[in-house]
T-cell receptor, first 109, second 116 residues
Framework: GQNIDQPTEMTATEGAIVQINCTYQTSGFNGLFWYQQHAGEAPTFLSYNVLDGLEEKGRFSSFLSRSKGYSYLLLKELQMKDSASYLCAVMDSNYQLIWGAGTKLIIKP | GAVVSQHPSRVICKSGTSVKIECRSLDFQATTMFWYRQFPKKSLMLMATSNEGSKATYEQGVEKDKFLINHASLTLSTLTVTSAHPEDSSFYIC????????????FGPGTRLTVT
């Protein structure tokens, strides 16, 4: 079956760095997405990785290893507004999105 | 738990025809369902929010007469794209929420619509 695993909840301190991991097993692979979702709002796109390696975009970076079925989202210089759910999603060979359950990130002062 | 399905997963239709997409919550009752449209490598764009038994609330810029939404039961919402045009080709994703104090949304796998 197809499966996306990510931690349910993480806690970090303002100003610190946090890494949210995502492992996947899917039938085929056409890219991996990370989304940020604040409570009551629609998810917002953070990153898209289809090739191995690290993609850096400001305070956020996303890494992909296709051979390991693994990705992580790295958030630096954490701010209180980064408290949100972070969703990992993989597009499979049929171009269907397989969603992770999301990681709730709590930032403490 | 908390599985949401969509049907069909992909559909190709001719310009001018209508297409219906179903969104079902399989193991929970969804008081609220959301319909999104995803543009390539972009954020999901919320199209409308539907509550069971009442009219959907459409986001600004979304034509309610073109994108008909029906939330007839606590487990089923449908999106009908009427008089489809090639520019309506997109990836449509629904999500379902149990409502109450929970804002958690469970997303469906999406439906890829291609209008020729």
């Amino acid at each position: 079956g197809q499966n996306i695993d990510q931690p349910t909840e993480m806690t970090a301190t303002e100003g610190a760095i946090v890494q949210i991991n995502c492992t996947y097993q899917t039938s085929g692979f056409n890219g991996l997405f990370w989304y940020q979702q604040h409570a009551g709002e629609a998810p917002t796109f953070l990153s898209y990785n289809v090739l191995d390696g690290l993609e850096e975009k400001g305070r956020f970076s996303s890494f992909l290893s296709r051979s390991k079925g693994y990705s992580y989202l790295l958030l630096k210089e954490l701010q209180m507004k980064d408290s949100a759910s972070y969703l990992c999603a993989v597009m499979d060979s049929n171009y269907q999105l397989i969603w992770g359950a999301g990681t709730k990130l709590i930032i403490k002062p | 738990g908390a599985v949401v399905s969509q049907h069909p997963s992909r559909v190709i239709c001719k310009s001018g025809t209508s297409v219906k997409i179903e969104c079902r919550s399989l193991d929970f009752q969804a008081t609220t369902m959301f319909w999104y449209r995803q543009f390539p490598k972009k954020s999901l764009m919320l199209m409308a929010t539907s509550n069971e038994g009442s009219k959907a609330t459409y986001e600004q810029g979304v034509e309610k007469d073109k994108f008909l939404i029906n939330h007839a039961s606590l487990t089923l919402s449908t999106l009908t794209v009427t008089s489809a045009h090639p520019e309506d080709s997109s990836f449509y994703i629904c999500s379902a929420a149990t409502g109450g104090d929970s804002y958690e949304q469970y997303f469906g796998p999406g439906t890829r619509l291609t209008v020729t």
